[in-house]
């Protein structure tokens, strides 16, 4: 059974920075490919970010492109959300998900395993 747990959310002006960190248990973390998804209040959850097993492939949903960056240390089975630039539409609890069969997907429903979430909260 692989656990997910998130941290680094929070309150932060419009313009700001965030790193959010998800720490994984269990099964075998270096093989998973890991996302990042989001979901705004009366939202439904939506892809942000997702990064391949060795951490040479990342894959961006367009309104995050070029201000989130997704990265993994797969020797401490973590993965990381960096996030600049922020802006009140980035306000959203933002989950942490592990896909153990398959490449990169953008779709929620490959990843069989989630964290609790973590809330980011921009203020403008």
């Known amino acids: 059974q692989v656990q997910l747990v998130e941290s680094g959310g929070g309150l932060v002006q419009a313009g700001g920075s965030l790193r959010l960190s998800c720490a994984a248990s269990?099964?075998?973390?270096?093989?998973?490919?890991m996302g990042w998804f989001r979901q705004a209040p009366g939202k439904e959850r939506e892809f942000a970010a997702a990064?391949?097993?060795?951490?040479?492939?990342?894959d961006y949903a367009d309104s995050v492109k070029g201000r989130f960056t997704i990265s993994r240390d797969n020797a401490k089975n973590m993965v990381y959300l960096q996030m600049n630039s922020l802006g009140p539409e980035d306000t959203a609890v933002y989950y942490c998900?592990?896909?153990?069969?398959?490449?990169?997907?953008?779709?929620?429903?490959?990843?069989?395993?989630w964290g609790q979430g973590t809330q980011v909260t921009v203020s403008s």
């Open positions: 269990g099964g075998t973390f270096s093989t998973y490919v």
């Open positions: 998900a592990a896909r153990v069969v398959g490449g990169i997907a953008r779709n929620r429903n490959f990843y069989a395993y």
């Open positions: 990064i391949a097993w060795s951490g040479g492939y990342t």
